[in-house]
């Protein structure tokens, strides 16, 4: 069993700062990438940044310049430090990990249960 929890959202206002952490525990081999979708009503789910096992980065063109992602392996930690957020930053925003789980070495996809950002003042 592997299991991804997410923390860190909450209210904050335009041009504040938050920063989200997700934690994967259970049964795990080797983490391959890691990183963060988000949701808002209406629009269709959208790829935040991920990060590689090598720690290459990769943003949406919508969030480079003021979110950063990084990950602590030793911790099978990912986080996603967002700066200058603006209200349309407002989502529910999901981890994910592809995960290569012990014992059967089958790799997999898991998801976070979603944390909520809203920005506004």
């Known amino acids: 069993q592997v299991q991804l929890v997410e923390s860190g959202g909450g209210l904050v206002q335009p041009g504040g700062s938050l920063r989200l952490s997700c934690a994967a525990s259970g049964s795990i081999f080797s983490i391959r990438a890691m990183g963060w979708y988000r949701h808002s009503p209406g629009k269709q789910r959208e790829l935040v940044a991920t990060v590689t096992s090598g720690v290459s980065t990769n943003y949406a063109d919508s969030v480079k310049g003021r979110f950063t992602i990084s990950r602590d392996n030793a911790k099978n930690t990912v986080y996603l430090q967002m700066n200058s957020l603006k209200p349309e930053d407002t989502a529910i925003y999901y981890c994910?990990?592809?995960?290569?789980?012990?014992?059967?070495?089958?790799?997999?996809?898991?998801w976070g249960q979603g944390t909520q950002v809203t920005v506004s003042s």
């Open positions: 994910y990990a592809d995960i290569i789980v012990a014992i059967t070495i089958r790799r997999g996809d898991y």
